[in-house]
C-alpha cells in the first residue's frame, strides 16, 4: 500500500505534535553530544560523577567491599584522585570540622579525625604547577612558590625576614618577629648564656615556629630542632618548613599533653608563640616541664618578657618557674632565659598556683590523647640518669645504649644488637637495593615503627632528618630515641597523620601489618588500604617507599601498591637477617589533575 498523501491542511494536528517531540529529542541529542564532546561541560560533568563515585566511598557497605578489593588485587583500576581543593587536605586538621568544637583551651585546634569510614577512598593531588622540591640544603634558603602557592605570611611578615617571593620562589632570609636581623645573631647571643656548641645539647623543641628559622639556623650547630604549629590563620607555616627540609610537625598545646615521653628535650624555645604559660593554674608551664629535660633551658621571647602592659603575666611567669625551682638565668630585653634544677622539684611548697608531685600512678611519658595533668612530673618517677650532663654529649650519645632502655627485659643487649642489625640493613639498602640515601634526593624521612630508633641512627652520616615514629600500642620506646639524640613522636596508625600532604622524601616501615592489628591478636584495627593512601598522602612525588614484613603480607602490599599508582619491585631480605621477610621498594609516580579530574 502507498503512503496517503495529504494537504497540509488536511494532517492530523496529533501528527504534528508527535514529530515535533521526535525532532526536538533528536536534536537535543546532538546538541547534549557535541556539549559534552567539544566543551568544557563535558569534563565538568565527568569529574562530578567521580566526585559522586568518591563520595560514594563513604558509604560503610561500599567502602568495605572495595577496600576487600584492592586488598585481593580485584580491583584493576588505579583508585581515583581527590577533588583539587583537596591538595593541602590534612583530614585531622580540618579547619571546616573543628570549627564547630569548643575554643576552650584550643580544643577545635587540636587533632579530631574523622572515623575511615566517613573519608573518600582517594589520592590527594599536587596543586597545579608543582615542581619536584629543590634539593638539601638549596632548600633551606629557597623552594618553589607553585608548590604551596600562599602568599599570606610573605605578604605579612617579609618586612621582619620571614620569607619573600622572589621570582618562581620563596625566598627565607632568616628572620623573624622577635629576631627581624635573623637568627643567626639572636643564636650566638643565647650562646653567651647557654651552652649552644660543643655537643651538651641536642634536641630542641620550637612552639609557634613560624618557618622555623631559628630551627634551621640551629643545625648547623648540631641541634635537632622539633618545630611545631597549628594549622591556623598563618597558612601552611609548617608546610613551608617541611618543604625547607627542616623537622616539623602540625601541633596545638590545648588540652592532651604533646604526643613526646617526659624529658624528651634538651632545650625548648618559645619566640612570640603567645602560649598563656601561667594559665589554668599554670598548666602549661606544668606540661613544658613534664618534656624538659632535668638540667636542661627553657627560652621565652617576646610577650610577656618586659612586654609592655603585660606586667602581671611577666610576674606570674617568674613566680611559676620559681615555684619548680628554675633558676633564671639571664634576662636580655624580651628574652628570659632559665635552667631546670637537675634533681626533683623543690615542691611542695606554697605557691599561688597551687602546684603539687604527681602521685605515682601518674606515667609521664604516656602522652597519646591524654589529658593535660596539673600535678608536676618527679624526676625520680622515672627511673635511669637522663640529666644534662649525666648523659654522653653529642655524637657519643647517639650509640651509647641509656639507661631508659633497661625498661624492657634485656634491654642494653636489644640495644645494642638492633643498632647492629640496622646498619647492616641501611648498608644493603644503599648498596643493593639502590634506595637513595646519602644522596640530595632525600632529605626528610620517616621511620613508621622506630623501635629504638636504629634505623635513624644507622642514617647518622646522610643529610637527612629522620621523624622517629613510635605506634601508640606498643612499647613506649620514644624516650630512649630522645636520649639518643634523635627526635620522634608518639602515634596511632590506624589515624591520619598531623603533616600535610608531600612532606616526606621516603617513608620506611618495618612490619606494617603489626601497625593496623591489636597488640597480641591477629585482628585487625583498621585496614591496610587506608594506611598505603594515608602514606601516599605524606609522600612527595617520585618519593620511595621501603616497606618489608612476611612474604604474604608483602605480596598484599604490593596488589595495593598498584592501586595508589606506585611503581614497586619485591626484593629478598639481607643474607644475614633471620626469619621470614621480603622488602617491598617502590617509587611514588609523578601524577597530576588532569582538566577533566580538577
Not at 604549629?229 to 607555616?237: E, I, T, Y
Not at 611519658?365 to 625520680?380: D, E, G, H, M
Not at 641512627?457 to 639524640?485: C, F, H, Q
Request: glycine share 6%; hydrophobic share 40%; with cysteine.
Amino acid at each position: 500500500m502507498g503512503h496517503l498523501n495529504l494537504p497540509p491542511s488536511k494532517r492530523n494536528p496529533r501528527q504534528w505534535k508527535l514529530l515535533d517531540i521526535v525532532s526536538a529529542f533528536f536534536f537535543a541529542l546532538v546538541l547534549l553530544f557535541f556539549l559534552l564532546v567539544f566543551t568544557p561541560l563535558g569534563d565538568s560533568l565527568a569529574a562530578s560523577g567521580r566526585q559522586a563515585l568518591l563520595l560514594s566511598t563513604s558509604d560503610p557497605k561500599q567502602r568495605h567491599r572495595l577496600v576487600e578489593l584492592l586488598e585481593l588485587g580485584h580491583h584493576h583500576q588505579p583508585i581515583e584522585a581527590c577533588p583539587a581543593d583537596s591538595v593541602d587536605h590534612m583530614p585531622c586538621e580540618d579547619p571546616r570540622r573543628n570549627s564547630q568544637l569548643s575554643r576552650e583551651m584550643n580544643f577545635y585546634r587540636e587533632r579530631h579525625c574523622p572515623l575511615p569510614d566517613e573519608t573518600p577512598l582517594c589520592l590527594i593531588p599536587p596543586p597545579l604547577g608543582y615542581k619536584i622540591p629543590v634539593q638539601w640544603p638549596e632548600s633551606l634558603h629557597k623552594i618553589w612558590h607553585s608548590n604551596m602557592p600562599h602568599n599570606k605570611i610573605a605578604d605579612r611578615k617579609g618586612h621582619q625576614g620571614w620569607m619573600k617571593e622572589e621570582g618562581p620562589y620563596f625566598i627565607f632570609p632568616g628572620g623573624g618577629t622577635m629576631f627581624p636581623d635573623g637568627a643567626a645573631s639572636y643564636i650566638e647571643k643565647l650562646g653567651q648564656y647557654i651552652p649552644i656548641t660543643g655537643g651538651t645539647l641536642r634536641t630542641a623543641l620550637d612552639m609557634g615556629c613560624g618557618v622555623a628559622s631559628f630551627g634551621g639556623s640551629m643545625l648547623k650547630e648540631g641541634i635537632l630542632t622539633l618545630s611545631f604549629a597549628p594549622r591556623d590563620s598563618h597558612k601552611a607555616q609548617i608546610q613551608f618548613v617541611l618543604e625547607r627540609g627542616i623537622p616539623a610537625f602540625v601541633l596545638m598545646l590545648g588540652t592532651r599533653r604533646l604526643p613526646f615521653p617526659a624529658f624528651a628535650f634538651d632545650l625548648i624555645h618559645c619566640s612570640r608563640c603567645l602560649i598563656p604559660f601561667t594559665a589554668y593554674n599554670a598548666t602549661y608551664f606544668v606540661e613544658v616541664d613534664r618534656l624538659l629535660r632535668p638540667g636542661g633551658y627553657l627560652v621565652i621571647s617576646g610577650p610577656p618578657v618586659q612586654w609592655p602592659k603585660q606586667d602581671k603575666e611577666w610576674t606570674d611567669l617568674q613566680a611559676v618557674a620559681r615555684a619548680l625551682c628554675y633558676e633564671l638565668i639571664a634576662v636580655d630585653g624580651n628574652t628570659a632565659i632559665w635552667k631546670k634544677p637537675d634533681g626533683d622539684s623543690c615542691l611542695p611548697n606554697q605557691n599561688e598556683f597551687g602546684l603539687e608531685l604527681c602521685d605515682g600512678s601518674n606515667d609521664p611519658s604516656n602522652a597519646w590523647y591524654f589529658k593535660l595533668k596539673k600535678c608536676v612530673t618527679k624526676t625520680s618517677s622515672v627511673n635511669g640518669e637522663y640529666a644534662i650532663g649525666t648523659i654522653p654529649k653529642w655524637p657519643d650519645r647517639l650509640t651509647t645504649a641509656p639507661s631508659r632502655a633497661l625498661v624492657m627485659k634485656n634491654g642494653i643487649d636489644l640495644f645494642e644488637a638492633d643498632t647492629r642489625r640496622w646498619a647492616r640493613r641501611v648498608a644493603y639498602y644503599k648498596n643493593t637495593l639502590n634506595v637513595k640515601l646519602g644522596t640530595p634526593a632525600i632529605r626528610n624521612v620517616m621511620d613508621m615503627n622506630a623501635f629504638f630508633g636504629g634505623f635513624a641512627a644507622a642514617l647518622k652520616s646522610d643529610p637527612v632528618w629522620v621523624m622517629n615514629v613510635v605506634p601508640a600500642r606498643k612499647p613506649l620506646t620514644l624516650d630512649v630515641i630522645y636520649d639518643r639524640g634523635l627526635i620522634g613522636v608518639y602515634h596511632d596508625w590506624c589515624e591520619p597523620f598531623s603533616t600535610y600532604p608531600r612532606t616526606y622524601d621516603l617513608i620506611h616501615v618495618a612490619g606494617i601489618e603489626s601497625l593496623i592489628k591489636l597488640p597480641g591478636s591477629s585482628k585487625s584495627r583498621c585496614n591496610l588500604v587506608d594506611l598505603m593512601v594515608e602514606i601516599d598522602r605524606m609522600l612527595r612525588p617520585e618519593g620511595t617507599v621501603v616497606i618489608r614484613d612476611s612474604p604474604e603480607v608483602i605480596e598484599k602490599v604490593a596488589r595495593i601498591a598498584r592501586a595508589v599508582r606506585w611503581s614497586a619491585t619485591i626484593n629478598d631480605k639481607e643474607p644475614e637477617s633471620h626469619g621470614r621477610e621480603n622488602i617491598l621498594v617502590a617509587t611514588k609516580t609523578f601524577w597530576q589533575l588532569t582538566s577533566s579530574s580538577s
